[in-house]
T-cell receptor
Framework: AQSVTQLDSHVSVSEGTPVLLRCNYS??????LFWYVQHPNKGLQLLLK??????LVKGINGFEAEFKKSETSFHLTKPSAHMSDAAEYFC???????????FGTGTRLKVLA | DAGVTQSPTHLIKTRGQQVTLRCSPK?????VSWYQQALGQGPQFIFQ???????QRGNFPDRFSGHQFPNYSSELNVNALLLGDSALYLC?????????????FGPGTRLTVT
C-alpha cells in the first residue's frame, strides 16, 4: 500500500526567510513523487517531480525537493519566501506508474510581511 | 493549446438528485482520471478511464460512475446525491505513452449538495 504524510498542516514564515514543507511517503515500489500547489480558487499546478533520476529536484519559482530513500522523505524547500507563495501545497505519490495519484492532506503556507 | 477544461464551474443540487460533470483532456492525452477534493482535504482518486473503459478505481461507491467518449472526453456521474458529496471535483489528463508520469489538472467543478 502507498500513502503520503504531510507532517505540518500549517506553516507560517516571514517574507524572505526559508521555507520547509515536510513530506514522508510509504511505497512498496520505487515511487514517482510530486509537489503540487493550489492557490485559492485555482487548479493544481505542478511544482516539481521525482521519477528515479537525480535525487535533488529543482522546480518552478525557486522550489526544490530532495528524495531521501533511507528516510522515505521528499521535503520541499525554498531559500526565500515570497508573498505570492502563500497557498496550499500537496505532496503526491504514484507507486504504480499508472497515474493513480495518492495525495497528502496538504500544508497551508502563510507568508507574513 | 487548451489545457484540461471542465464544466460546469459550479453546481448546486439537492439530496437524492443525480449530477453529470464533464471534462475535456489536454490535446494529445488519452487517459482521464477523476478526483474528489472535500473542503480542507487532499484530492482522492475516484477512477480512471482509458480507451473508453474504466481502468482503475478508488474506494468510492457504485453511485459514482463514468464514461469516456471516442474523442477522449469524459463524464462523471453521481447518483442519489448525499450531503457528503459536496466537494471540488477535479479532472486530470495524461498520456499512457508518455512516461513523464505527469497529470494535468483542470480547474474543477464545485458541487454543493443541499
Amino acid at each position: 500500500a502507498q500513502s503520503v504524510t504531510q507532517l505540518d498542516s500549517h506553516v507560517s514564515v516571514s517574507e524572505g526567510t526559508p521555507v520547509l514543507l515536510r513530506c514522508n511517503y510509504s511505497s512498496s515500489y520505487s515511487p514517482s513523487l510530486f509537489w503540487y500547489v493550489q492557490h485559492p480558487n485555482k487548479g493544481l499546478q505542478l511544482l516539481l517531480k521525482y521519477t528515479s533520476a537525480a535525487t535533488l529536484v529543482k522546480g518552478i519559482n525557486g522550489f526544490e525537493a530532495e528524495f531521501k530513500k533511507s528516510e522515505t522523505s521528499f521535503h520541499l524547500t525554498k531559500p526565500s519566501a515570497h508573498m505570492s507563495d502563500a497557498a496550499e501545497y500537496f505532496c503526491v505519490v504514484d507507486s504504480s506508474g499508472t497515474y493513480k495519484y495518492i495525495f497528502g492532506t496538504g500544508t497551508r503556507l502563510k507568508v507574513l510581511a | 493549446d487548451a489545457g484540461v477544461t471542465q464544466s460546469p464551474t459550479h453546481l448546486i443540487k439537492t439530496r437524492g438528485q443525480q449530477v453529470t460533470l464533464r471534462c475535456s483532456p489536454k490535446s494529445g492525452h488519452d487517459t482521464v482520471s477523476w478526483y474528489q477534493q472535500a473542503l480542507g482535504q487532499g484530492p482522492q482518486f475516484i477512477f480512471q478511464y482509458y480507451e473508453e473503459e474504466e481502468r482503475q478505481r478508488g474506494n468510492f461507491p457504485d453511485r459514482f460512475s463514468g464514461h469516456q467518449f471516442p474523442n477522449y472526453s469524459s463524464e462523471l456521474n453521481v447518483n442519489a446525491l448525499l450531503l457528503g458529496d459536496s466537494a471540488l471535483y477535479l479532472c486530470a489528463s495524461s498520456s499512457i505513452w508518455d512516461r513523464t508520469y505527469e497529470q494535468y489538472f483542470g480547474p474543477g467543478t464545485r458541487l454543493t449538495v443541499t
